[in-house]
């Protein structure tokens, strides 16, 4: 079983869509957990931090659970410009960081 | 804002040949990090280094070797390379002490090509 795992998508929705994404780890001492965004060719980029409490940032909402050891991250209305890989990411305390392999979304007009 | 910087944008080099990947990052950060990105694979580590002078290798560290002479700077260097290793090569770097780490900030990335 892989470490960090998630839908691998692709997923295509229309402009003003909600959309979900989930993510497991396996490693149950993680300690800090982000969502990355990735566009075509071009390096990652933090989206944003998960805190215990969940936390959220204008159109988007992560959720921590770790008595199940699952991320999400919610993108309401969808723009075009949400079209991205978004990339899973947990770090272990003391240890490095370990990347899902990314859920592709695609905002169709 | 944070900057990490790699020095090649594009590199093609021959089989065999020695090749390094420079990359700096200016905001005093403790901790790099060397990725390559397969399509279908990932991000996957292959070393990192939480100090000057100090590595620890990742996942995947054959065929590469490091060197952190100095704290913004972090050299991959692919002692002869070989077709297999044609990827996307992305440098991270992240504050944290005492163990703990906050988020990666990446830098623009390296696409190899090894003919």
């Given at each position: 079983?892989?470490?960090?795992?998630?839908?691998?998508?692709?997923?295509?929705?229309?402009?003003?869509?909600?959309?979900?994404?989930?993510?497991?780890?396996?490693?149950?001492?993680?300690?800090?957990?982000?969502?990355?965004?990735?566009?075509?060719?071009?390096?990652?980029?933090?989206?944003?931090?998960?805190?215990?409490?969940?936390n959220e940032d204008g159109?988007?909402?992560?959720?921590?659970?770790?008595?199940?050891?699952?991320?999400s991250l919610l993108i309401r209305d969808s723009k075009?410009?949400?079209?991205?890989?978004?990339l899973c990411v947990v770090n272990n305390y003391g240890q490095n960081f370990v990347f899902g392999p990314g859920t592709r979304l695609s905002v169709l007009p | 804002d944070v900057k990490v910087t790699q020095s090649s944008r594009y590199l093609v080099k021959r089989t065999g040949e020695k090749v390094f990947l420079e990359c700096v990052q200016d905001m005093d950060h403790e901790n790099m990090f060397w990725y390559r990105q397969d399509p279908g694979l990932g991000l996957r580590l292959i070393y990192f280094s939480y100090d000057v002078k100090m590595k620890e290798k990742g996942d995947i560290p054959e065929g590469y070797s490091v060197s952190r002479e100095k704290k913004e700077r972090f050299s991959l260097i692919l002692e002869s390379a070989s077709t297999n290793q044609t990827s996307m090569y992305l440098?991270?770097?992240?504050?944290?002490?005492?163990?703990?780490?906050?988020?990666?900030?990446?830098?623009?990335?390296?696409?190899?090509?090894v003919t």
């Open positions: 079983r892989k470490e960090v795992e998630q839908d691998p998508g692709p997923f295509n929705v229309p402009e003003g869509a909600t959309v979900a994404f989930n993510c497991t780890y396996s490693n149950s001492a993680s300690q800090s957990f982000f969502w990355y965004r990735q566009d075509c060719r071009k390096e990652p980029k933090l989206l944003m931090s998960v805190y215990s409490s969940g159109r988007f909402t992560a959720q921590l659970n770790r008595a199940s050891q699952y991320i075009l410009s949400d079209s991205a890989t978004y | 440098c991270a770097s992240s504050s944290g002490t005492s163990g703990q780490n906050y988020e990666q900030y990446f830098g623009p990335g390296t696409r190899l090509t």
